[in-house]
């Protein structure tokens, strides 16, 4: 992928992102039910709502990283060994800042 295939999917997808994080804090914002079944129902959405945002939350900070390397022109390269990260890994993983070998 290169440089600027990956910087317009990166911005996409950041955008994509924060939509939704925009949606779970609202959904968490709302007013809890009077019942106390529902609201224990409500809560176990709750938390999986925060899982989800918390996931969403570090994939922005991974794309915010990419978009930084890219920006420095230091795009696909592995930020631990410096060697070129394979074509067919940036397909897959856009934002990663490691090569195979590298990859924890």
């Known amino acids: 992928m290169t440089p600027e295939a990956a910087r317009k999917f990166l911005i996409a997808r950041r955008r994509e992102l924060l939509s939704n994080l ?21 809560r176990q959405d709750d938390e999986v709502l925060q899982a989800l ?3 969403e939350q570090a994939e922005v900070r991974r794309i915010d990283a990419a978009l930084d390397r890219i920006n420095a ?10 060697n070129d990260i394979a074509p067919a890994r940036l397909e897959l993983l856009p934002d990663t800042p490691f090569c195979a070998a590298c990859a924890p």
Request: glycine letters at 12%.
């Open 22 to 42: 925009n949606e779970i804090e609202d959904r968490l914002d709302e007013t809890p039910p009077a019942d106390w079944e529902e609201r224990a129902v409500e």
């Open 73 to 82: 022109g230091e795009y696909g390269a592995c930020v631990k060994c410096g």
């Open 53 to 55: 945002g918390h996931q």
